[in-house]
């Protein structure tokens, strides 16, 4: 292969990781500013909260937690019986793009390589469950998460071929996650670019299908976007994803409205990734900027949204939005225990669902926080758990 043709294909297959351009009046120096103090200010806090300080060895670590235990073969259960069930409304599958081969989605295996993995070593990382999830891995960590994303979009990867259906099921079960959402992203590569489809045809081939809610995804710039959403619906999707940062528009942008609009009249809720993750491309935070989510809520009150992360580090604001609109909800993935306990008593438990954003990090990564700050709160807890869930997709 040509060294011009080797490069051409390394470009298509780092995605989000390629560079690009930041429009200056939708992104400032201010704006970059206010998340390094964020990240800062994180850590600093880290177990001042009202819930101490909560760091463990890694996911297995969280048996030490009283809800948790490690079975013989070393993998994390829920032992706690009062516990109820969860709905999971933020998983993935492993997203075998472009050059690489077919995942079996009915394979299974001793460990999955979670791509955040903080179990990829026997002491295991020190997880702290009071700062964002990512601000859990070092520079080296997330390098490696980039490597391995361009790695399986070109040939496949050791680690995504352990993002099966079946292990994520295993999972579930450990934990006793009743239904997850299984949520696509249209990346916009120029083949091999069908999850939504794939996803959908996995779901109707598995005798798991139950315990799983079908979603879908397509992109604001693509013309055929009304026909694919309207088969994606009929194929039993329920969740429409749209990630401003992989997909790069801005989530005011008129096509992107025209997409809310059509998923509030087919009853199809949107999952958004909202704000900044702090360990993506810095140029792609200029999608991600809490503000720009303002009109979409605004304009179309008849669609549900989810903010995905509830806004991951730019949590703040987007508690002003939730509290502003009664069709913002909130994904709890990633949060600290302390802001958890503040979304809870300011924005209030009526629009706040679980999620794990599974396969990238443990499930139990997010139930122990959930668990954590809803002790004692049993109406609370099942509420986020579960209730709230049920209620948004009228089951």
Request: hydrophobic share 40%.
């Amino acid at each position: 292969m040509s060294r011009r043709r080797f490069g051409a294909l390394c470009a298509a297959g780092a995605g989000l990781w390629a560079q690009g351009c930041v429009d200056a009046s939708k992104y400032s120096e201010a704006d970059a500013e206010s998340l390094r103090r964020h990240m800062a200010a994180e850590k600093l806090a880290s177990g001042q909260g009202p819930y101490g300080r909560h760091v463990y060895q890694g996911y297995r670590g969280l048996a030490e937690l009283p809800w948790f235990d490690l079975d013989k073969r070393g993998r994390l259960r829920l032992v706690d019986d009062s516990v109820p069930e969860t709905i999971d409304l933020h998983a993935h599958l492993g997203m075998a793009l472009l050059f690489a081969a077919p995942i079996d989605m009915t394979s299974r295996t001793d460990r999955v390589r979670h791509i955040l993995d903080c179990d990829g070593t026997e002491a295991g990382c020190a997880l702290d469950l009071d700062v964002y999830i990512n601000a859990n891995f070092t520079p080296d960590d997330l390098q490696a998460m980039q490597f391995d994303t361009i790695q399986n979009i070109l040939w496949g990867s050791a680690t995504v071929r352990t993002h099966t259906l079946e292990n994520l099921a295993d999972e579930m079960a450990d934990l006793r996650v009743s239904k997850a959402a299984l949520l696509p992203i249209t990346m916009g590569l120029p083949f091999g670019d069908n999850l939504a489809d794939r996803w959908l045809d996995i779901l109707e081939e598995s005798p798991e299908r139950d315990h799983f809610i079908g979603g879908g995804s397509v992109k604001t710039d693509d013309p055929d976007w009304r026909p694919k959403l309207e088969a994606q619906a009929a194929r039993g999707a329920r969740i429409i994803k749209l990630h401003p940062a992989v997909q790069r528009y801005f989530p005011d942008d008129p096509r992107a409205m025209e997409i809310y609009e059509a998923c509030g009249r087919m009853g199809l809720v949107v999952f958004l990734h909202a704000g900044r993750a702090g360990i993506e491309p810095g140029f792609t935070h200029q999608y991600t900027m809490m503000r720009g989510y303002e009109p979409m809520l605004a304009e179309n009150p008849g669609t549900n949204f989810i903010l995905g992360h509830a806004g991951a580090r730019d949590v703040e604001d987007a508690m002003v939005l939730a509290r502003r609109y009664p069709n913002a909800w909130m994904g709890l993935h990633g949060q600290g225990i302390t802001i958890l306990d503040r979304i809870i008593r300011e924005v209030g438990t009526e629009r706040l669902v679980f999620g794990s954003d599974w396969p990238f990090y443990h499930v139990a990564a997010t139930l122990a926080k959930v668990l954590i700050v809803t002790e004692g709160r049993p109406e609370i807890r099942e509420a986020i758990l579960n209730g709230n869930a049920k209620r948004l997709l009228g089951t």
